[in-house]
């Protein structure tokens, strides 16, 4: 799903989970769609804050449980740093919720990907 930054595209993100959640893990626990929609909401924010222009959300099955795709046009992975009254929790949140995480360099950017277990 292509979203362009504009205000208002973190919520179309999370509607977008919501609706493959609903698709493709009915049967997941309670808890695990609240850290899908956490970690989504965690990457998505990171795109629009730190790289300029749209981003793609991409929701994928893997065995087990579901992967999480945010690409964006920023070539500069994401990175820890002490939390304060503007942010610096989501990295370690995507973290500690995402059984792998991984960001692959592209030729425009990069793509962050997180995979989540049931």
């Keep these: ?47 629009v804050r730190h790289a300029p222009g749209p981003f793609v959300l991409e929701l994928g099955l893997v065995p087990g449980g579901i992967e999480i795709a945010v690409r964006d046009t920023s070539s500069r992975p994401p990175r820890s740093r002490t939390p304060d009254r503007t942010g610096g929790r989501g990295w370690s949140i995507v973290q500690t919720l995402a059984r792998r995480v991984r960001v692959v360099p592209r030729h425009d950017g990069k793509s962050v990907h ?5």
Excluded: K
């Design 114 to 118: 997180a995979e989540l277990l049931w």
């Design 1 to 47: 799903m292509d979203f362009g930054g504009a205000p208002g595209c973190i919520a179309e993100a999370r509607e977008a989970a919501v609706a493959f959640l609903h698709q493709h893990s009915r049967a997941a626990g309670r808890t695990f769609h609240d850290d899908v929609l956490l970690v989504v909401s965690e990457l998505v924010s990171n795109a």
